[in-house]
DNA sequence: CAGGATCCACTATTGGATCCCG
DNA sequence: CGGGATCCAATAGTGGATCCTG
């Protein structure tokens, strides 16, 4: 009825995600005892938080992959008719005072996409939350490529929050890496340095991969099936 | 006042053609006697024809590059204000029965697009046409990695052409060369033939450009500049 | 009709705003 | 708050329809 025990392999992750292809939201909910509100504006966060249950995610709300041991994090990934993704995926919230302090190699960004389980959800707005299906689960690790797109975004958004110019992002910056909002509301503020070092109130903000990077990354995991 | 002499040489119509940057088409109209209307839906093909005249192009309306001795097709590219291309480029109308009997190497398509002077005009749809300014042209002749795009889409395209599939092309086929409507209006029919030989009446077409190609190459022709 | 093109309604994308849970 | 994300109004893009001249 629980959440399920924390995999012990990664063949033994991804074997437990296939085994949820074609299951619906409804179904994996009953499982672990989570409820699918019928108003998806109510349920924005519900199928992640099912599948860390069904698959046995261990880290809760900490700044680790949901897989402790296996280093992976999971995300889902909500899928139009085409197969294409239909939203942008968090990554991770900035601390923006932090980032100063740090660089791409040690970043939480890095950390957080070194391996990831993307398990796809359909999300036809026109299906209801509880019986979209979950699709097969692909495991992947940026190629070096990727890498490079990501660092190169990631080293020039650091460079704008660490010089205090953080209100001068908008999503247009990062060709495949982007910073948004991410706060309960509009009015939310949290102290950062700014120019001078001085104490501004900005919005709290998150990295997100573009909906372009990751349906490039799930066709090309796709295409290394066969 | 009339068109100007045809130029001489490649050099002569560069000189002529960078010579008009910064004038505006009712400037350029006054030049060679045409008027430019005050709606913009009435001035469609106007600024074409205005540098036509204004440029000395020798063809008129026939199946030859405009400034004949030349071997240069010119074509007025509308620009926004950030300098992307607002419109597709018109390449040339399709004869539907002649597409079986040619290839790529001997295509209308090709010999329009071997080498292209591109005038670049202002087209913020709030600027008043007569106050629209030219910008500086360019000299394209299509690189080996763009004649191949434009082989592979024209090549596609052609062949369903040719088998009578006509009726299943739309705008969303080809990566940079896309086939569309070329009439008056949504009634124009004419002849071709089905995928019997038999005919079939069918709205005329024509080839376009699509603007990311055309961007992409302007952007290219600006950097080379440096 | 061929050549000179742009218009503009509709669709696709996007990024700022928002929602739930522990 | 940090972690799980999606919503949706506004903008950008596209492609079918259209306009003028010789």
Chains 1, 2 share one sequence.
Not at 28 to 50: F, H
Not at 63 to 73: C, Q, S, Y
Not at 162 to 180: F, M, P, S
Not at 195 to 204: C, F, K, L, R
Request: aromatic share 6%; with cysteine.
């Amino acid at each position: 009825m629980p959440a399920a025990p924390e995999p012990q392999s990664e063949q033994e992750l991804l074997t437990r995600a296939w085994d949820l292809a074609g299951l619906t939201l409804g179904e994996l909910g009953a499982r672990v005892a989570i409820s699918v509100p019928d108003d998806s504006v109510r349920g924005k966060g519900v199928a992640g938080q099912i599948l860390e249950k069904v698959l046995g995610a261990s880290a809760g709300s900490r700044a680790e992959p949901d897989f402790t041991r296996l280093g992976i994090e999971l995300k889902t990934i909500p899928l139009d008719a085409r197969g294409k993704p239909k939203e942008s995926t968090f990554v991770c919230s900035i601390s923006l005072s932090a980032m100063a302090d740090t660089d791409w190699e040690r970043s939480t960004v890095l950390k957080k996409l070194s391996k990831v389980l993307f398990v796809p959800v359909e999300a036809a707005s026109d299906t209801p939350l509880r019986n979209r299906r979950v699709g097969r689960a692909y495991l992947w690790t940026p190629t070096p490529e990727e890498r490079e797109l990501l660092r190169n975004d990631w080293e020039r958004l650091a460079e704008m929050i660490a010089t205090g110019d953080v209100e001068q992002i908008t999503g247009h910056l990062g060709e495949v890496l982007q910073v948004r909002p991410k706060a309960p509301h509009g009015r939310s503020r949290r102290r950062a340095p700014d120019e001078e070092g001085a104490v501004q109130w900005t919005m709290p903000r998150g990295f997100y991969l573009r909906p372009t990077f990751t349906g490039a990354l799930l066709a090309r995991l796709r295409a290394e099936e066969d």
